[in-house]
């Protein structure tokens, strides 16, 4: 993000404006100079560089007064928000409208409740539930006690979510009807007893939290007692993130970083207080749990929220609700481009969506198939320090920097081994800007404002890992945020791939490491070696595992054990049976020629599987192969 002065961005506005104006008269100067496609071209040059400034303008406007040891937190931000609106409708969730009032009383029943267990300052209560109307006002009230949150993945099971439960270091677990059975299952591999309170039906050892709530004022509790020497930089919550190796990391959210996240997309979306916001994507994360809220509820608009996606349910939702925006990761928007022609798709009232993951081609699909208003493309990390938006729409590009205020922000691209998965140094030690068109990783400089701090993880040693030194001078830190990246001569940021044996598929993180550790625990795999593979137009890529096994090995049962132990997102789509798998010389396991072969039965003789949807594991055949790759199975 950029670091400028309140008068830069206004000087800049009013000569681009001037100089728009000058070529729209027909006998200026430059009529006479320039040739009509040049001053068509510069014309529009011009009207890209004021759009792009608009919006950039209009972000820091909201962010730049967000200071570490600043008093005032992310839950002031939305008590001034509730102040202003309180009347107004805040949150609708499966035919339930509550508003900013209801959610201020809900929230502040959550925030007593937390006192009266004894929780003080820097405490955690762990959040593991779906989307619902109270997600929000469970960490909102929360966080005015100076009590953090941390917001667990609600399709984890098993070893993964033991592990994320542990290291909350919460003492009480919020859950739901969906969710308590997922932690019933694992409270016995917990290193500390975790209290569960469910919203629902209980039994056994659980609590009523329902029942517990009746009794907890609607009133906020006194601000100067309960919120007493925090500042902004003390923690508000933790939300996970799968890194390029291991179990997911706890990224330390503090509440200077979520105002930058909810205050910077007020800003960004240009979010008004007529705004209908829809958001399907989990509030777990940030896209959907800070950024999306963020945009409504500190604009006076309100949020239409849903469990989850449904391609089928979209446009109905979109135009009964009379929705203006909608949030998206590039998955969800693939799914919708895919679907056949609804009599709806048209006759919304988006005037844009916004949101990261867009491919051109589907970007093409939003504007001139579904007539989106606009589409704003944005980059960020949850736990990082690098951010920028595509304020001025060039299709395909996350975001922008353009030459004349490239030295006001704190990211740069630098020139990367691919085979080491270092950055390249120079005779002189120091890392290699990559040049225009040349593939680098991202990365950014860290300082003490909100817009460059890295607050990092809740494990240290993690943090460290992040953390690239002596980059461009002796002492200098800056944060990894392990993507490949390009950037054009017209300051264009393009992604090209994440970097290590991470990859993406349905929007989620998936980290080959635990995958493979979860494989390895069925009967008679030997070996495991987990990684991507592209299928067709997909976004992202599918999970692919190679597996040394003994005996006969039952792929129904196997089948059976990878629904149990992994989340939907992180089962492998295809299976290949090796007898041995190929090692480095420092016995890391090779997987370049496994991803180029994929799942061709054409480029080797081991047998390969594929998870057909209707069938389980099946062998694949030259037909199966082309059948996948053409999108004739729905995956």
Not at 80 to 106: C, H, N, Q, S
Not at 298 to 326: D, Y
Not at 444 to 464: L, P, Q, V
Request: charged share 25%; net charge positive.
């Amino acid at each position: 993000m950029a670091r400028l002065s309140g008068r830069v961005l206004p000087r800049t506005l009013i000569g681009l404006h001037c100089s728009t104006r000058r070529l729209d008269r027909s006998r200026g100067p430059l009529q006479w100079l320039l040739p009509r496609e040049r001053r068509m071209r510069l014309r529009q040059k011009i009207k890209r560089e004021i759009r792009f400034l608009k919006g950039l303008s209009r972000t820091l406007k909201r962010v730049k007064t967000i200071a570490p040891d600043s008093p005032n937190l992310i839950c002031d931000d939305l008590e001034a928000a509730v102040d202003k609106w309180g009347p107004r409708p805040a949150i609708t969730f499966e035919g339930k409208t509550i508003t900013y009032a209801d959610l201020d009383a809900m929230a502040n029943r959550y925030a007593h409740w937390a006192k009266g267990l004894g929780l003080t300052r820097g405490q955690t209560v762990a959040l593991f539930m779906p989307n619902r109307i109270e997600y929000l006002a469970i960490w909102y009230g929360l966080t005015k006690v100076g009590v953090a949150t941390a917001l667990i993945n609600n399709q984890l099971t098993g070893a993964a979510l033991a592990h994320c439960l542990t290291i909350s270091q919460a003492m009480h677990c919020i859950v739901d009807a969906e969710t308590s059975p997922c932690f019933e299952d694992v409270k016995g591999q917990l290193e500390r007893h975790m209290q569960q309170w469910v919203l629902g039906p209980v039994h056994d050892d659980q609590r009523d939290l329902l029942k517990a709530l009746k009794s907890c004022s609607q009133l906020r509790p006194d601000r100067e007692t309960a919120r007493e020497g925090l500042t902004a930089s003390d923690t508000a919550l933790y939300i996970y993130t799968s890194g390029t190796t291991g179990l997911p990391k706890a990224a330390r959210i503090t509440h200077m970083r979520a105002q930058l996240y909810m205050r910077g997309f007020a800003g960004s979306t240009g979010a008004k207080d007529t705004d209908r916001i829809y958001i399907t994507l989990p509030l777990y994360h940030a896209t959907g749990g800070l950024c999306a809220l963020g945009a409504a509820l500190l604009n006076g608009g309100s949020v239409v929220l849903r469990k989850k996606f449904s391609a089928t349910h979209f446009w109905p939702e979109i135009v009964a609700e009379q929705c203006t925006m909608f949030v998206y990761i590039g998955e969800l928007c693939r799914y919708l481009a895919n679907q056949p022609e609804h009599e709806l798709e048209r006759a919304h009232k988006l005037r844009m969506i916004f949101g990261n993951g867009l491919r051109a081609d589907v970007w093409d699909d939003m504007l001139d198939r579904f007539k989106v208003g606009d589409v704003l493309e944005f980059y960020g990390a949850t736990e990082g320090n690098v951010s920028f938006f595509n304020f001025d729409g060039k299709r395909g590009a996350i975001g922008r920097i353009p030459s004349y205020l490239r030295k006001k922000f704190n990211i740069r691209i630098v020139k990367f081994d691919v085979e080491t998965e270092t950055p390249i140094r120079g005779p002189d030690g120091c890392c290699i800007e990559a040049g225009p068109e040349e593939v680098g990783e991202c990365i950014g400089h860290i300082g003490s404002d909100a817009r460059s701090n890295f607050t990092g993880y809740a494990d240290k040693a993690a943090t460290e890992k992040k953390v690239l030194h002596d980059v461009f001078e002796k002492g200098d830190a800056w944060f990894r945020t392990g993507d490949l990246m390009k950037v054009d001569h017209d300051g264009y940021i393009y992604f090209i791939d994440r970097i290590g044996d991470t990859f993406r598929w349905k929007g989620e993180n998936v980290a080959t490491s635990e995958v493979a550790e979860r494989l390895a625990g069925f009967e008679g795999v030997l070996e495991v070696n987990v990684y991507g593979v592209k299928v067709g137009d997909l976004d992202g890529k599918a999970g692919m595992a190679s597996l040394v096994t003994e005996g006969d090995f039952d792929l129904e049962a196997f089948a059976k054990y990878v629904d149990e132990a992994l989340p939907s997102y992180a089962r492998p789509l295809f299976v290949r049976l090796q007898k041995a798998i190929e090692t480095t010389g420092t016995f890391k396991y090779r997987k370049i020629d496994l991803v180029n072969e994929g799942f061709d039965p054409s480029k080797t003789k081991d047998p390969l599987y594929f998870r057909d949807p209707a069938k389980g594991y099946v062998k694949i055949t030259k037909t199966i192969c082309a059948k996948i790759e053409g999108g004739g199975f729905r995956l």
